[in-house]
């Protein structure tokens, strides 16, 4: 499909994967010669796709803490609602149904002491009423660490999170969250 004649009028540059890496070699090329090596995409040029066999390395979960200052948080729905994702991709990667398991198997996290200064970070900044956890899921152990530490620090904010359903999720860690103020 990427070398039909008819599907590449439609496009410049696919990146296959994680876009992180790839978007920022696309930003700083200065040549066709460059666009045509820069790894995981296909780079269209007068109907000819280039692609290298080199795939780009997946950049690591390294953001800083998120920025809502400029946001005007009274005018969201939910009450002063921050969101924060701590990993990418999918921890079980299992799932022969999922496109997340189909089109990349890589998974990163946030290192535990990062995802708790970003938490720590965004209740002295703004003391949300809620936050939103961005993840496509996370395991067992994130939850109960997060929890932990959500209750031993005593804040009082709702949050949201997507998990998955498993053996290791067990009701004591479903309580835990609950106490650590977990909605959904």
């Given at each position: 499909l990427?070398?039909?004649?008819?599907?590449?009028?439609?496009?410049?540059?696919?990146?296959?994967?994680?876009?992180e890496?790839p978007?920022?070699?696309?930003l700083?090329?200065k040549?066709?010669e460059?666009?045509?090596?820069?790894?995981?995409?296909?780079?269209?040029?007068?109907?000819?796709?280039?692609?290298?066999?080199?795939?780009?390395?997946?950049?690591?979960?390294?953001?800083?803490?998120?920025?809502?200052s400029?946001?005007?948080m009274?005018?969201?729905?939910?009450?002063?609602?921050?969101s924060?994702?701590?990993?990418?991709?999918?921890?079980?990667?299992?799932?022969?149904?999922?496109?997340?398991?189909?089109a990349?198997?890589?998974?990163?996290?946030r290192t535990?002491?990062?995802?708790?200064?970003?938490?720590?970070?965004?209740?002295?900044?703004?003391?949300?009423?809620?936050?939103?956890?961005?993840?496509?899921?996370?395991?067992p152990?994130?939850?109960s660490?997060?929890?932990?530490w959500?209750?031993?620090?005593?804040?009082?904010?709702?949050?949201?999170?997507?998990?998955?359903f498993?053996?290791?999720?067990?009701?004591?860690?479903?309580?835990?969250?609950?106490?650590?103020g977990?909605?959904?």
């Amino acid at each position: 499909l990427i070398t039909d004649k008819e599907f590449t009028r439609f496009f410049d540059v696919i990146v296959r994967g994680a876009g992180e890496v790839p978007l920022v070699d696309l930003l700083k090329a200065k040549s066709l010669e460059e666009l045509k090596m820069i790894p995981s995409t296909y780079v269209n040029i007068n109907g000819v796709v280039h692609s290298p066999e080199v795939k780009s390395v997946d950049a690591p979960i390294d953001n800083p803490t998120p920025d809502f200052s400029d946001l005007p948080m009274e005018k969201y729905i939910l009450p002063r609602p921050l969101s924060l994702q701590i990993t990418k991709g999918c921890y079980w990667n299992k799932c022969t149904f999922c496109v997340h398991t189909f089109a990349n198997k890589s998974y990163r996290k946030r290192t535990y002491e990062d995802y708790i200064r970003d938490i720590d970070t965004l209740v002295e900044k703004y003391n949300p009423m809620t936050i939103v956890f961005t993840d496509l899921s996370h395991s067992p152990k994130i939850l109960s660490d997060m929890s932990d530490w959500i209750i031993n620090k005593g804040y009082r904010f709702r949050w949201f999170v997507f998990v998955r359903f498993e053996d290791a999720l067990s009701f004591e860690i479903l309580e835990k969250m609950k106490k650590a103020g977990c909605e959904r």
